[in-house]
């Protein structure tokens, strides 16, 4: 290999190092390295070498990531499905909906944003707009302030913290120090 393909290879490699570091709360992790190695290990969050090289040797994949395991993504899909969608744009943190009418004179429309990925109730934000028309071209849309967007808000949480429970259950794998 050339030198100008090794400095590109390893300017990548850089930049997804540093990319995939994250920073954590310090004050919910425990301070001795075994422990948080123990902690990340039961949560799902962290991988052996010895359990990576072992998959790779039996034929075994790898686990990816996609929008589905983001708790707040899937629940805000369930709980508007009886909607048609216009845009999701999962790298955009946004879901909208078409306008939903089941008569002509008035629909519906819902907007949710995600600030966070987080299961918390300041991560979404939800609009509705409602679209009253006297006539085909003659429309008024206005903005909600309503309990419909909290209520939406309330049972997204609610399936969000169901599917987080789930995700949990699943990823927890006892921690067993093979050093020893």
Known sequence: MNSKLLKILGIIILIFTLNSCKGGDARKN??????????????????RLNDAFNKTLKGGGGTFDFA???ELW???LDTIDFMPLLSAN??????????YSENQNE???ITVRFLSNEVRSDA????VFFKKCADIVNCKVTE?????????KREILKKA????????????????????
């Not at 190695?37 to 991988?47: A, D, I, P, S, Y």
């Not at 599917?163 to 067993?176: A, G, H, I, V």
């Open 124 to 127: 979404l934000d939800i609009k």
């Open 30 to 47: 425990p301070p001795q390295p075994e422990l948080r190695v123990k902690k990340n290990l039961e949560e799902g969050k962290g991988f």
């Open 90 to 99: 999962y790298s955009g943190g946004i879901i909208i909906t078409d306008w």
């Open 68 to 70: 589905s395991s983001n």
């Open 107 to 109: 629909a519906i429309k």
């Open 74 to 76: 899937r629940a805000s």
């Open 144 to 152: 909600s302030e309503g309990n419909l967007g909290k209520e939406l």
């Open 161 to 180: 913290v169901i599917y987080k429970k789930q995700s949990q259950d699943k990823n927890f794998k006892p921690y067993s120090n093979d050093l020893d």
